[in-house]
């Protein structure tokens, strides 16, 4: 079964505290793995696609990146702004289309 | 503002009764995804069109769920005699065909009292 795991469910840094957030993934064959951001009683906001192991991504302070079993989602000196909760989705080859497999999140909190 | 517009944002209802959410894609995207969340959990697909035709429905939508999508641009989400299980964000987000990239909008929030 397709599924999607990230970790740690939450996250506190200081600002200026790089770190990184982990999406592990078990599918049969990966058409595409996807990074949101979600603000509080918001949608998800589309931040990266990542196709094929060994690619990276960059916007701002956040890198993604990506194996054949895991991406990394990492974050260097992160702001306040920066806070939200980071999902982790994944599109399976043979599966549908439309249907994006999300793992729970990891809650960010950075402090000023 | 050029994004996928969802109404309403927020819906209380009483249990039994029947609601409908309404989701307008970005314009020129001809696909269109409904999905469902709940708290501390990430969204779950429920179904999705290709312009007005329903390709996928999940085995998450009961027989209480219908959508629709009539002339291939907005669509609606339609439960019937709620039941506070229902109680849930409503995503709805669209992409290109083709293209992998799909765009939330900000979601309606149900709640069935």
């Known amino acids: 079964e397709d599924q999607v795991t990230q970790s740690p469910e939450a996250l506190r840094l200081q600002e200026g505290e790089s770190s990184s957030l982990n999406c592990s993934y078990t599918v049969s064959g990966l058409r595409g793995l996807f990074w949101y951001r979600q603000d509080p009683g918001k949608g998800p906001e589309f931040l990266f696609t990542?196709?094929?192991a060994g690619e990276e991504k960059e916007k701002e302070r956040l890198k993604a990146t990506l194996t054949k079993k895991e991406s990394f989602l990492h974050i260097t000196a992160p702001k306040p702004e920066d806070s939200a909760t980071y999902l982790c989705?994944?599109?399976?080859?043979?599966?549908?289309?439309?249907?994006?497999?999300f793992g729970k999140g990891t809650k960010l909190s950075v402090k000023p | 503002d050029t994004g996928v517009s969802q109404n309403p944002r927020h819906k209380i209802t009483k249990r039994g009764q029947n609601v409908t959410f309404r989701c307008d894609p970005i314009?020129?995207?001809?696909?269109l995804y409904w999905y469902r969340q709940t708290l501390g959990q990430g969204p779950e697909f429920l179904t999705y069109f290709q312009n007005e035709a329903q390709l996928e429905k999940s085995r998450l939508l009961s027989d209480r769920f219908s959508a629709e999508r009539p002339k291939g641009s907005f669509s609606t989400l339609e439960i019937q005699r709620t039941e506070q299980g229902d109680s849930a964000m409503y995503l709805c987000?669209?992409?290109?065909?083709?293209?992998?990239?799909?765009?939330f909008g900000q979601g309606t929030r149900l709640t069935v009292v």
């Open positions: 314009s020129e995207h001809n696909r």
């Open positions: 989705a994944v599109q399976a080859h043979g599966g549908s289309q439309g249907n994006l497999i």
């Open positions: 987000a669209s992409s290109l065909a083709g293209e992998l990239e799909a765009f």
């Open positions: 990542l196709y094929s």
